[in-house]
């Protein structure tokens, strides 16, 4: 099973580029896909009969039309015309069933794998004074970037010579990926306003871990963020950090999958695995053939015990939400968070002659308890489905209910509900602008030490200060995130970051209070 999750807020070069003119995958961090393998689809013996023929006929006399008479048919490349023919017609199918030309193909597959050619930096775009601009946020150790001299604030002027103001950091994130060994020039502009020009990075072949950070707090209590999707080193990745942190003392465990849009379906069930005893149900798959319906139990003799705690959102797509189903429906631990994407549509990945590929939705998965948990999408459009503004009251739907392991209730159709709901900072427009406020604020400053007293200086000075106060709580949070950009050397975020999200924050109070 394969998904992706574009990034939620910065923009960083290890992310997968997206199909372009394909809206299933620019609306909202949770638009993922899910296969259930690949498939090699013989050609047809009929690709020659009449029928056949006058669509490829029609088709390429419509590209031809649009060559030579639309206003901007010089400029429109067949590849682009011809993906979005294509995604229009899957489009009528399902939300998930999709088309990739050879380039989104290639980089899928590099997804998949964990790897991606880049320089190893994180960018977001930040406005002030109405102009738009690029920044680094952060470089990873041992990277080309970190290596070039690349530091948090750093403004992208020009990439290859081309200045990219006032551009969106997904397009100058392109622009700074590249075929593996090349290099690519920027001229960056220092917090100081210092100019460096000609910054020569040569582009290596990375690594995009699945377990992004872990950690013990206070209390032997761990943390475990598999936030990146799940690929093939996944299980490896997520088996070693939990092992190190058995090491240092863990009794119980956060595991955060907010975010994770999904992946690899097999990495998912070891995982869930790792958990469950020998015997229960993980998930199950059926499709339009009963011969190839599946079910997959755990086959784990000696489970792990310890109290734990999954922490969800909106984000938690597809795969992840094999995990939530199973620890859920087997009343194995308490889930904390927000209500799950709620995708349980299976796609087959079909590769195509010319180095492209379909998905084609084929099977939907269940949850231990039957549960399916993919939200309704034939009443509304694909606008309304990926921002989840056709959501209603579980019970006033055709959601079906039904119990766990233990008897409680649960309900499908929509996504998967925590036991614990707790929010994360809405993002409103205010705090929108606050945060971009805050980075120049942080860019500018040279204080060595930024707390309570650095975030009411900032407040002081903002033109609704009263109004900067009562949002100090928001203020704490992104000023944790920015300076955990900025410790290079760290690679775990600090635990200050993370125990302002009060999402966490509710999680740790669960495993806390009841603790034997």
Known sequence: MICLAPAANGQSDKVLTLPQGNPSFVLNPGSTFSASGERKIETPRDVTAPAIRAISSDLDELLRIVKNYHVSGGNIGAQTLVSSAINTMLEQLDPHSNYYDPSAYRELIDDQQGRYSGVGTTISSYSQNGVLDTFVLGVSKNTPAERAGLRFGDRVVEVDGRAVSGIDSLEVRNRIRGPLGSTVRLTIEKADGSIVRNVQVRREQLSQKSVTNFLLFD??????????????TTLAEFNSAFLSLKQKGMTSLVLDLRGNGGGLMDQAIRIAERFL???????????RHPAEDRVWK?????????????????????????????IQDNDRATIVGERTYGKGLVQDIIPLEDGSMLTLTSERYYTPSGRS??????????????????????????????????????YGGDGIQPEIVAKGFEITPNRSELTDRLFFYLRSDRAAMRGEDFLKRFCDQQPTAAKCIEDLAFLRSQLAQFESYRAINDESTPIMMLKADPQIESALKVLTENKP
């Open 373 to 410: 948990i993919q939200r309704e999408y034939s009443d509304s459009g694909l606008y309304d489905y990926f921002r989840h503004t056709n959501k209603s009251d579980l019970i006033d739907r055709t959601a079906i209910a039904v119990r766990t392991r233990n008897g409680r209730v649960v």
């Open 298 to 326: 755990s086959t784990n003799a000696h489970p792990e015990k310890l109290p734990l705690v999954l922490l969800v959102d909106e984000g938690t797509a597809s795969a992840s939400e094999i995990i939530a189903g199973a």
């Open 219 to 232: 209390g032997n209590v761990g943390y475990l963020a598999l936030t990146e999707g799940f690929g093939y």
């Open 277 to 287: 005893p020998a015997g229960q149900t993980i998930v199950s798959q059926r499709g």
